[in-house]
Structures are given as C-alpha cells and as structure tokens.
C-alpha cells in the first residue's frame, strides 16, 4: 500500500515537475506556436453610411446578409442529396438541376449555394435543418427603393467600394473604419475574454442627406414613365430644382434600373442623362440670347422685328421657323418661339458680347453638382464661330448642353440674375450625429441685372398664355413662366426631322420668391405632334401641378380669374 | 497547528482564486453574449428601418391604395382654405396672453 502511495507520489511530482518545466522553462518555440495557434486578429467589418432623403427617408443602407454554403461531401454523406437540393432550389428560387451540380462535388469540402441571401429567408433554411448546409454573415448594400433615384444615389460594387452617384463622389465619407480585435481562442475555438488585447470598434461611415424629395422624385418618375410610354419615346428626363438655393428636389432619368439589380443594367440604363446627356437645345436656348440682348440694352420687350413670313435667307442660307410669323415684338418672339426673330435679336449684339453671356450663363463647362459624370456640355470658342454661328446659336443650334445646364441658366434668369451652384447634398453626419457638411447656396456669377431678371419673369410668364407655345404646361392657379424647346437630333451628319429632343423648361410661381423650376426632356418622341409645347408641356404640367400642392406653395393666381384683357405686363417695370 | 492553518489558507486562496477565476470568465462569457445581442439588435434596426422606409414609400402606399380600391386626389383649390397672418395673429395674441398669465399665477 505504502509502495503505491509512494509510487502515485512520484508520478505526481514528476507531472507537477514537468508542469514548472513547461510553464518557467526555456520553451519559447513551444509557446509560440501555442501563441499562434491560440491567437487570432478579427477584421470587424465597417457599416457603410446611409443615405437618406431631405426628410430622412433612407435610400441606401448596410443590410446583414447570408451566404447559403454547402459542403458537399457531408451533404453526399447524409445519404438525401436530392431532397436537399430540392429544398434549397425551392426556398432560394434556383433551378434545382445548378442546385444538385454544386452539391454533387464529394470532393469539395465548400460550395456557394447563393450569396447574400435575406435573413429571413436564411432562417427558414436554417429550421429545416438540412445536413451539411450552413451560412456565414456578410453585410451587403441594400437600396430599399428599387429603381427611385437610381442615378443620383448610384451603387456601391460587390467590395463596397461606390462606382455610380452618391456612393461613387462620397464614398469616402460613407465607407467606415473597419474595427479590428486581437484575442486568443480556446481548444474548442471559443474566444478567451481575459486574453482579448486590442479591441478596436468599428467605425460606420457618415451618413449623406441629400435634397431630393423621395416622395416628390416618385412622383417626377410616374410622369416620366407615362410620357414615354404615351410617345414611345427612347427616354425622358426631368429636374425639379428651387430657384434660390439651387437645390435640387427631385433629379429622374428613364429608362433607369433596380439598385438591387444594378448588374444586369446596361450603360444607357446607367446613364444619368440629366447630366450626362448633352443635345441641341433648340428653341429654349432662346431665353439665354434675348435675355443677353435685353440686358445690352439692344433691344425692349416692345421692339418690332420682321419674322419675314417664316423664311429668311441669312448669308445665302435658310432660317425657318415653325409657324410663319410677320413682324412680332421682342416680347412676342419669346411667346412665338420664332427662330427668325431670335436670330434677328442675337445678331444686334456682337460676338463677344454673346459669347461672355453664355458663359456666364454656364454653358460649356459643368455646374459643379455633386455628381460623378457630369458633362459640360460644348460652347466653342469664338474663335471657331462661322458667319452662320450668331444666327444658328441664337435659336439653340451649334452648342451642346445638359438638362441641369439649362435649368441652371433659367434659375439665373429667375433668381434676379443671380447664378447659383446646384447642388444634391443637404448635409452630411458622422456616426456621431456630428454634421461634417452643410450645403449653403453658392453664388457663382450674375449673368444679368435684376431690372432685366423682373423683365424676363414676365416675358416667359406669356409663354404659357393663349396663343404662346406652352399653353399645355399652364397650371391653373399659377402664372408659369417657361419656354419650349424642339430639336432635331444630328444623325450622320444632317438633322433628322423624324428624331427631336422635346423640352420644356419653366418656374411657378413666376413671382415667388421661393419658385421652383423644373426641367423636362422627352428623346425622340413618336406621333404627329413632337413639339416641345405637345410633349414635353403636359409632363412639366403634371409635375408642377402635384409639386406645388406637396410643397406647399400657394396659387398666385385666383382660379376665377381670366387673363383676357389684362395689360401687358412688362409696360408696369 | 501552524502547518495546518497555512495549508487551510493556502486552499483558501487557491479556492479564491479559482472562483474569481470562474466569475472573471462567466462575465466574459455573458460580455460575449451581450456583445453577440447588441450586434443582432443593431442588425434588426437597421432592418427595420430598411422595411418602414419601404412601407411608407409612395409607391407602397399606392400599391396598398389600388389594392384596397382607395382613390385619392389633390384636394383642389376650392377645397383649401389658406390662413394669412393677420387672420391668425389677433387669436393667437389673445392665446398667448393667456398662456402668459397662466404662467405668472403659477409661479406665484
């Protein structure tokens, strides 16, 4: 008996002997690769900021996510691959025959399944309890608006990197800071809490409110895709914009894609053309040149030109305009849109002279919005003008611009002369709820004086009266100052009379100071009718009149009353 | 008897220590869980904010309008009534006496 005590003694005392050597003896290596194998740094991923409309409706988000996973040698093990197949084909809506080749692998210890799927649907896998399948978590941008705004919040790639819109210009407020943690793990790779070193939290990018309107941008959107699908047209687009501070309320582009689905778009779908579209304005350019020669005091709202019955030779070439027109007053040729008398207009000032207005007016370079891909449109130096070029630029010919260019310019003719930038972004917040970035109107230039601003407002405000081209986007309630625009589309070097661009651009109320101005494109319109006045009005109308009563502006126009018999209104400046 | 109290101490400590021991790792363990919560709930916010965005948007509610055959439209002009500020301030002087001198007799 004692010789066992004795013997379990030594045992013991070896053990305990062997324990001191291991724990205070010279086993470095050893404990390093006891370190190695306990210690572990964890990457915790950074949550993208969102970004969320004027009122805080999000738009983009960081949703968690799962991937589906299957290791295919234990789901082969189970002895029932095809009703797991089947089942997983069914809840995640693959087809069963991909299904059952992923899985049919015995070789492979790992298979996705599908990637970044709901967490509800994942939990329905998961009740299931099918052998061999599990899920791992991955965060994933999530658009819960679909196709709304596509173009200006764009989308962030599959590395969460932006590529398109917001996520693109912004995405380095919006991408966080990973956090990182260094820890050790047990046998059974559980973490050991007491032997956490570093735990570095994870830091989510800032948050972007931008000044679109969700609701008011649905509603845009809706009367865009009824225009196109009433003209068959190729596209439409439209900006809503508030005239003083230049921010933009609603900004649509169709044909655009699901955020969701931004992969199976194409790049015309892609392509926001608001501001990377640039086309021949035509007739609504006429605002920038009769404002310029207003300005120069080259002409009054009263002076008489000869339209020559709608045909006028210029230097051995034609100029025609839609309808014929005899003599008609400066304030009659904006009404009438009519090329000749807006050719005639331009050419009493001199070259430089309109050339230093539409820069200032913000033709030829970008407008500075915060979104990737804006062009600047094409103004050429004057240097390369042709005798033809005043005559032709004057009705919207031999110049390229943008939609937001031209809204630009005619919030300028609006605002008192006074350009500002537009701009998409309202303010940006840290994690914190620390604002990093207000918007504040920005001036750029003053193109024209405010006398001539106030003479304008009343010019364009006869557009939409009887007998002016844009009578079909009047609003009743309100005086809409506006203009038309029709231009045919250069094909293979000539102008197509088949493919117009239709626009019509406008502000309500013409005489509020908080105005709102909107912009409305239609590409290559089909039917009869493809004028600006016929197309593009009604959907500026549609727009205007709902944005008006979502905004709030009152009418400035009694219901009730006519606008027979009312004196001219520019004889009161 | 010295041998023995030291013994009893020293079993003492050794307990101690395996009991805080045991505390230290048992709030690690609920700290882990708790961290695990936080993680989940922060999740299911951002879900939940995801999905109400997606319940208010306008084009859910008027897909849940067509489908409750609801139609709406903009009350028309007739229909609203506008109140200036001299309509408003006479009441609203009145309303704001009032409430000031509410305010006084209560701090009296």
Same mark, same amino acid.
């Given at each position: 008996?004692?010789?066992?005590?004795?013997?379990?003694?030594?045992?013991?005392?070896? #053990?305990?002997? @062997?324990?001191?050597?291991?724990?205070?003896?010279?086993?470095?290596?050893?404990?390093?690769?006891?370190?190695?194998?306990?210690?572990? +740094?964890?990457?915790?991923?950074?949550? @993208? &900021?969102?970004?969320?409309?004027?009122?805080?409706?999000?738009?983009?988000?960081?949703?968690?996510?799962?991937?589906?996973?299957?290791?295919?040698? !234990?789901?082969?093990?189970?002895?029932?691959p095809r009703f797991i197949g089947l089942q997983l084909a069914r809840v995640l809506q693959l087809d069963p025959a991909m299904v059952m080749a992923r899985l049919n692998r015995p070789n492979r210890r790992f298979e996705y399944i599908q990637q970044r799927v709901p967490d509800e649907t994942a939990d329905l896998i998961r009740r299931m309890q099918l052998r061999g399948v599990s899920f791992d978590e991955v965060s994933a941008r999530h658009y819960p608006q679909g196709p709304l705004a596509c173009h200006v919040i764009g989308f962030a790639n599959l590395e969460n990197v932006g590529s398109a819109g917001i996520e693109q210009r912004f995405h380095t407020y919006l991408r966080g800071q990973p956090g990182l943690r260094v820890s050790e793990k047990d046998g059974r790779r559980r973490e050991i809490f007491d032997r956490r070193v570093l735990d570095i939290?994870?830091?989510?990018?800032?948050?972007?409110?931008?000044?679109?309107?969700?609701?008011?941008?649905?509603?845009?959107?809706?009367? /865009?895709?009824? $225009?196109?699908?009433?003209?068959?047209?190729?596209?439409?687009?439209?900006?809503?914009?508030?005239? *003083?501070?230049?921010?933009?309320? %609603?900004?649509?582009?169709?044909?655009?894609?699901?955020?969701?689905?931004?992969?199976?778009?194409?790049? #015309?779908?892609? #392509?926001?053309?608001?501001?990377?579209?640039?086309? +021949?304005? &035509?007739?609504?350019?006429?605002?920038?040149?009769?404002? $310029?020669?207003?300005?120069?005091?080259?002409?009054?709202?009263?002076?008489?030109?000869?339209?020559?019955?709608?045909?006028?030779?210029?230097?051995?070439?034609?100029?025609?305009?839609?309808?014929?027109?005899? /003599? #008609?007053?400066?304030?009659?040729?904006?009404?009438?849109?009519?090329?000749?008398?807006?050719?005639?207009?331009?050419?009493?000032? +001199?070259?430089?002279?309109? !050339?230093?207005?539409?820069?200032?007016?913000?033709? &030829?370079?970008?407008?500075?919005?915060?979104?990737?891909?804006?062009?600047?449109?094409?103004?050429?130096? *004057?240097?390369?003008?042709?005798?033809?070029?005043?005559?032709?630029?004057?009705?919207?010919? !031999?110049?390229?611009?943008?939609?937001?260019?031209?809204?630009?310019?005619?919030? %300028?003719?609006?605002?008192?002369?006074? *350009?500002?930038?537009?701009?998409?972004? *309202?303010?940006?917040?840290?994690?914190? &709820?620390?604002?990093?970035?207000?918007?504040?109107?920005?001036?750029?230039?003053?193109?024209? @004086?405010?006398?001539?601003?106030?003479?304008?407002?009343?010019?364009?405000?006869?557009?939409?009266?009887?007998?002016?081209?844009?009578?079909?986007a009047a609003v009743e309630g309100y005086t809409v100052a506006g203009k038309t625009g029709t231009a045919e589309k250069a094909i293979n070097g000539s102008y197509s009379s088949r493919a117009n661009v239709s626009s019509f651009m406008g502000f309500l109320p013409a005489e509020d100071p908080d105005r709102i101005a909107i912009m409305v494109v239609v590409d290559e319109p089909q039917g009869a009718f493809r004028t600006g006045g016929v197309v593009a009005g009604p959907v500026f109308r549609e727009i205007a009149r709902q944005a008006v009563r979502y905004l709030d502006i009152p009418p400035d126009v009694p219901v009730e009353a006519g606008v027979e018999n009312k004196p001219e209104p520019w004889r009161s400046l | 008897m010295s041998l023995a109290l030291i013994l009893v101490l020293v079993t003492g400590l050794a307990f101690g220590y395996l009991w805080l021991r045991d505390q230290c790792d048992t709030t690690g363990r609920r700290l882990q869980e708790l961290e695990s919560r936080r993680g989940d709930l922060q999740r299911q916010i951002l879900r939940e904010e995801s999905k109400w965005s997606n319940l208010k948007s306008a084009k859910n509610l008027e897909q849940l309008m067509a489908q409750f055959h609801l139609a709406m439209v903009w009350p028309g002009e007739q229909y609203t009534k506008r109140l200036s500020r001299p309509e408003l301030e006479p009441e609203a002087a009145a309303e704001m006496q009032y409430a000031q001198r509410e305010l006084a007799t209560r701090h009296d």
């Open positions: 008996m004692d010789l066992v005590a004795g013997l379990l003694l030594i045992a013991l005392m070896a #053990l305990a002997a @062997r324990i001191v050597q291991l724990h205070v003896g010279p086993n470095d290596s050893l404990r390093r690769r006891i370190d190695q194998t306990r210690r572990y +740094e964890d990457r915790l991923p950074e949550p @993208r &900021g969102r970004i969320l409309d004027r009122h805080g409706n999000i738009l983009a988000i960081d949703l968690a996510m799962r991937n589906v996973i299957a290791d295919p040698s !234990e789901v082969l093990a189970s002895g029932n939290p994870p830091q989510r990018g800032a948050d972007i409110y931008l000044t679109i309107d969700q609701n008011l941008q649905y509603m845009v959107e809706k009367a /865009l895709e009824s $225009a196109i699908a009433e003209h068959q047209a190729k596209g439409a687009w439209a900006v809503v914009q508030r005239v *003083r501070t230049g921010e933009i309320l %609603a900004m649509a582009s169709l044909p655009g894609f699901d955020l969701n689905e931004y992969r199976s778009a194409d790049d #015309l779908q892609k #392509l926001n053309r608001a501001i990377g579209y640039v086309y +021949e304005p &035509g007739s609504t350019f006429k605002v920038a040149t009769i404002a $310029a020669a207003l300005n120069e005091h080259r002409v009054t709202p009263d002076q008489v030109f000869d339209c020559e019955n709608g045909c006028w030779f210029f230097k051995g070439r034609p100029l025609r305009d839609y309808h014929p027109n005899g /003599l #008609l007053s400066v304030a009659d040729v904006l009404k009438k849109s009519s090329n000749i008398g807006a050719a005639k207009i331009t050419l009493t000032m +001199e070259e430089k002279t309109v !050339e230093r207005y539409l820069r200032a007016f913000g033709y &030829g370079a970008p407008t500075g919005v915060e979104l990737p891909g804006e062009e600047g449109g094409i103004l050429a130096d *004057r240097s390369q003008w042709t005798s033809l070029s005043l005559s032709r630029i004057a009705m919207g010919h !031999e110049v390229g611009v943008t939609a937001l260019q031209m809204l630009n310019m005619l919030c %300028a003719v609006a605002n008192d002369g006074m *350009r500002v930038r537009p701009t998409i972004i *309202r303010r940006l917040v840290d994690a914190e &709820g620390h604002t990093l970035m207000e918007s504040k109107p920005e001036f750029v230039a003053q193109p024209i @004086r405010s006398e001539t601003s106030a003479l304008m407002r009343k010019l364009l405000a006869r557009v939409t009266e009887e007998g002016g081209t844009g009578t079909r | -």
